[in-house]
């Protein structure tokens, strides 16, 4: 297998030693991982994912993944690892366990967190099966020997689309408050990660209440924050939410990074309203942000790049051109909230505790320095709280805005993030 990239360029080139777009999962099982047993439903899962099993290789300027012969690294550490070199053999994606925790390290240029979900749920599959010796139903699993569908790994980006502009509405492309330049915040180039949990059915409950989804409450909630710790302001704080392009590009198996975003500004007359309404407000413009045509007019600004990428000469000119556009992208808004949505494992839950996910794209070599990064399984929603600063500011307030709103939660730790390094041909 030899396939040019298209869509997976963007990331590539905005890739740098400083911001290396890649994340972890990690999954806190309620038993030790057994190494053997890991081993095992690697090996089976990775038959069943060839677009998966592969290196990325440069020839001359061309950019593309090619099969990779070697086993996918089963790795016993939970220390920080690089992808795409020899400690990986050359993969973009890894599986690291420490105790009775599993990490999943992935390259954002091979798959977003929709996209290597179906893999994740064949790992457990076998994992658990093998490790518990128990039957567990396969219903909507992919299984080793069964057929790949070619919507799995072909790009729907990569479909021509008309020219013409059809969103309902112009997305916020103005400078907003920077937490860098608040006073509160010192930048420093270490992590630190607040994990939380909240109860899911209480959470949902008061989601209902105030006419809001989870990732939208978030949103709102961290909106209010920075602005109450920055009554100086003269910018607003704009929150960014990621959106799932899947849909828009009727392409649900897709597994590559399609994750785009609408903004949400808190400011004028929204700051003055009360929280059900401002909750309706954020809704109503993610609405409208996340309509198909506004996702689609976001695949042909994706496509315009890519053109302008072939006209380049060298890689240094296409890591210059998306590393600068990123940055000027990332001064039209203050934070960033992700929700891959629900796990759905189904019965596979029971064996598992805690789910988080851990981006480097938070960094603030190109990025806002805060993000919030959500999951959900057996129960409860996670909020990885994931900062680039020491203070405490920003989450003392967050928790104080959950009890104000008698919101049950847990802090379940406080770490650095150890999401992985990555080593490209470029």
Known sequence: MKKPLFSELRTIYETSAADPHTY?????????????????????TMERYPYFRVKLCNDGGCLFFEDNPAPVPVLHTKKRIVLGGAQTAGHLLAFCYWKNRLYIDVYHGLADGGGIMPLLKTLFYYYFSDFYEVTLSSEGIRLSGSAVSPEEWEDPAERPLNKERSGL???????????????????????????LRIPEK???????????????????????????????????PVIAMCVNQRKALRSPLAHQSLVGDVRLPYYG??????????????????????????VLDEIREYQSLMEHLKTLGSDAERQALCQER???????????VSYVGKASFGEMERYIQENEALPST???????????????????FFLNFIQYFQESDYFSAFIRELRDNALDYDVLNVAEARYPQIELPI
């Open 24 to 44: 972890r999962l990690t999954i806190k099982l309620k038993d030790l991982v057994d190494g053997s047993v890991l081993r095992r439903a690697a090996d089976q």
């Open 169 to 195: 509405a112009a997305k916020w492309d103005q400078p907003a408050f920077q937490i860098r330049a608040g006073g509160i915040a010192r930048i420093t180039p270490d992590s630190i990660v607040y994990n």
């Open 202 to 236: 209480e959470f949902m409950r008061f989601n209902i209440s105030n006419d809001g989804s989870p990732a939208t409450i978030v949103a709102l909630i961290l909106a209010r924050v920075i602005d109450r710790l920055h009554p100086e302001k003269t910018l607003p």
């Open 269 to 294: 007359r929204i700051r003055e309203l009360p929280f059900s309404t401002q909750a309706t407000c954020f809704r109503g413009m993610v609405t409208l942000q996340s309509d198909d045509d506004m």
């Open 326 to 336: 990123m940055r000027q992208l990332s001064g039209c808004f203050t934070a960033t």
């Open 362 to 380: 938070a960094l603030p070599s190109s990025h806002v320095p805060l993000t919030v990064e959500m999951s959900a399984v057996n129960g409860y």
